[in-house]
């Protein structure tokens, strides 16, 4: 059995089944800690419930208090082959689109970078909603599409501009595109703000 350890869960890999389970964190009070364990879980199933009949992500199978067992996606880590892929303009375009229907449904992911996104039979799912959450405001959706620009420009520098705006092209498709865009930019100086300081 396959594992991977991340900072809030361990993830097993148990035939074709993935198990995502909240790791107990002794530095917190007991109580605390299955409060925060349980609600995490919680909204994270919630999240995922919602989404999967919007774009494709893994399909629950069950849950518990602190885990939840979910089909395993077979495919390649975009993180790890992106780069290497010949239609990877019409894939950032894919994510771009998910990103959209997401945002329209008022689903902010919270974590977008290509780690957490798997390319199968020549879909893009996406995966881990951890640090997701529920909003409809501007500032949380460009906040999102900040997150990716970034994990691109670190981790697909070669070919970051043109992936992003692929990306770009197929978040054309939410009702609020320019409305986000336009707060994205707002978002990005005042980071080159901070930098500066």
Same mark, same amino acid.
């Given at each position: 059995?396959?594992?991977?350890?991340?900072?809030?869960?361990?993830?097993?890999?148990?035939?074709?089944?993935?198990?995502?389970?909240?790791?107990?964190?002794?530095?917190?009070?007991?109580?605390?800690?299955?409060?925060?364990?349980?609600?995490?879980?919680?909204?994270?199933?919630?999240?995922?419930?919602?989404?999967?009949?919007?774009?494709?992500?893994?399909?629950?199978?069950?849950?518990?208090?602190?885990?939840?067992?979910?089909?395993?996606? &077979? @495919?390649? =880590?975009? $993180?790890?082959?992106?780069?290497?892929?010949?239609? *990877?303009?019409?894939?950032? /375009?894919?994510? +771009?689109?998910?990103?959209?229907?997401?945002?329209?449904?008022?689903?902010?992911?919270?974590?977008?970078?290509?780690?957490?996104?798997?390319?199968?039979?020549?879909?893009?799912?996406?995966?881990?909603?951890?640090?997701?959450?529920?909003?409809?405001?501007?500032?949380?959706?460009?906040?999102?599409?900040?997150?990716?620009?970034?994990?691109?420009?670190?981790?697909?520098?070669?070919?970051?501009?043109?992936?992003?705006?692929?990306?770009? &092209? @197929?978040? =054309?498709? $939410?009702?609020?595109?320019?409305?986000?865009?336009? *707060?994205?930019?707002?978002? /990005?100086?005042? +980071?080159?703000?901070?930098?500066?300081?």
């Amino acid at each position: 059995m396959k594992s991977f350890q991340g900072a809030e869960a361990v993830i097993k890999m148990q035939k074709n089944i993935a198990i995502k389970a909240r790791i107990k964190k002794n530095y917190r009070i007991s109580i605390m800690d299955d409060k925060l364990r349980k609600q995490r879980t919680k909204k994270e199933i919630k999240l995922l419930e919602k989404a999967q009949n919007l774009i494709p992500v893994p399909k629950i199978i069950k849950s518990s208090e602190f885990s939840i067992e979910m089909e395993q996606i &077979k @495919g390649k =880590k975009l $993180s790890e082959y992106l780069d290497k892929l010949k239609n *990877r303009n019409y894939i950032a /375009e894919q994510i +771009g689109k998910n990103i959209a229907i997401l945002h329209d449904n008022n689903i902010i992911h919270g974590d977008l970078t290509t780690s957490n996104m798997i390319y199968s039979k020549n879909k893009v799912y996406f995966i881990d909603f951890g640090l997701g959450y529920e909003s409809n405001k501007t500032e949380d959706k460009a906040t999102d599409l900040h997150l990716i620009k970034q994990a691109l420009e670190a981790k697909h520098f070669k070919f970051f501009e043109s992936l992003f705006k692929s990306i770009l &092209k @197929g978040y =054309k498709i $939410s009702k609020n595109c320019s409305e986000v865009l336009k *707060r994205l930019e707002a978002v /990005e100086k005042r +980071g080159r703000y901070k930098q500066s300081y």
